[in-house]
């Protein structure tokens, strides 16, 4: 069984910067598509940036653009989540997902990595709180 950690998550400043981290266990990283969702009081679950190891493609929601990077470390089995230049907006609780590559249900990662029922496992995410 394969679980989800998140850390990194804390109130911050607008303009400030947070590194969010997800940690994979009992299974490598390379085998997943990963992902950061985040759902705002009221709001529906989004996703944020996902990940596709193997060539390293990265894809983002257009609010985040230029502004958060999506990373991974397979040695270390984590995704990360680098936040820089937070806007109030930004404030959500934040959650890691993944799924197995084989079992991906969507034709291609990189045109559907936003689609949070193509993740089958997540963890219980990380709060962030931006103040403007």
């Known amino acids: 069984q394969v679980h989800l950690r998140e850390s990194g998550g804390g109130s911050v400043e607008a303009g400030g910067s947070l590194r969010l981290s997800c940690e994979v266990s009992?299974?490598?990283?390379?085998?997943?598509?990963c992902a950061w969702f985040r759902q705002a009081p009221g709001k529906n679950r989004e996703g944020v940036a996902g990940i596709w190891s193997g060539p390293m493609f990265t894809y983002y929601t257009d609010s985040v653009k230029g502004r958060f990077t999506i990373s991974q470390d397979n040695a270390k089995n984590t995704l990360y989540l680098q936040m820089n230049s937070l806007k109030s907006e930004d404030t959500a609780m934040y959650y890691c997902?993944?799924?197995?590559?084989?079992?991906?249900?969507?034709?291609?990662?990189?045109?559907?990595?936003?689609?949070?029922?193509?993740?089958?496992?997540w963890g219980q995410g990380t709060q962030v709180t931006v103040s403007s």
């Open positions: 997902a993944a799924v197995e590559k084989n079992y991906f249900r969507y034709p291609s990662y990189g045109n559907f990595w936003w689609k949070e029922n193509a993740y089958n496992h």
């Open positions: 009992e299974s490598s990283t390379s085998r997943y598509y």
